[in-house]
């Protein structure tokens, strides 16, 4: 099993930024596939992005691409979301989660079998 912490979260203004982080540790998890879903109250988790831990390919949803940018550390097994040109609609509880399986399927929720606690992300307008 992999522990997942996030941190970074806060309140910023709308075109502002925020870093969010994911540190890792447990077992094994260079071949992991990591995620970052988010979900705002009364919606649906959504899919923001993904990294595969091993190689750096990564993926991002419609509504974050051009705007975000997911990134990992091998030194500090910490994996990273830069979120800039925010804006009230990505308001929301943002979570790192750790899939094992393969293939991977980076959009799928259910297939992540770590999940960090959220962090709270709120943009103002």
């Known amino acids: 099993q992999v522990q997942l912490v996030e941190s970074g979260g806060g309140l910023v203004q709308a075109g502002g930024s925020l870093r969010l982080s994911c540190a890792a540790s447990?077992?094994?998890?260079?071949?992991?596939?990591m995620g970052w879903f988010r979900q705002a109250p009364g919606k649906e988790r959504e899919f923001v992005a993904s990294?595969?831990?091993?190689?750096?390919?990564?993926y991002y949803g419609d509504s974050v691409k051009g705007r975000f940018t997911v990134s990992r550390d091998f030194a500090k097994n910490t994996a990273y979301l830069q979120m800039n040109s925010l804006k009230p609609e990505d308001t929301a509880v943002y979570y790192c989660?750790?899939?094992?399986?393969?293939?991977?399927?980076?959009?799928?929720?259910?297939?992540?079998?770590?999940w960090g606690q959220g962090t709270q992300v709120t943009v103002s307008s």
């Open positions: 990294i595969l831990w091993s190689d750096g390919n990564s």
């Open positions: 989660a750790a899939d094992s399986s393969r293939p991977y399927y980076p959009t799928r929720a259910s297939g992540y079998d770590s």
């Open positions: 447990g077992r094994a998890f260079r071949n992991l596939g």
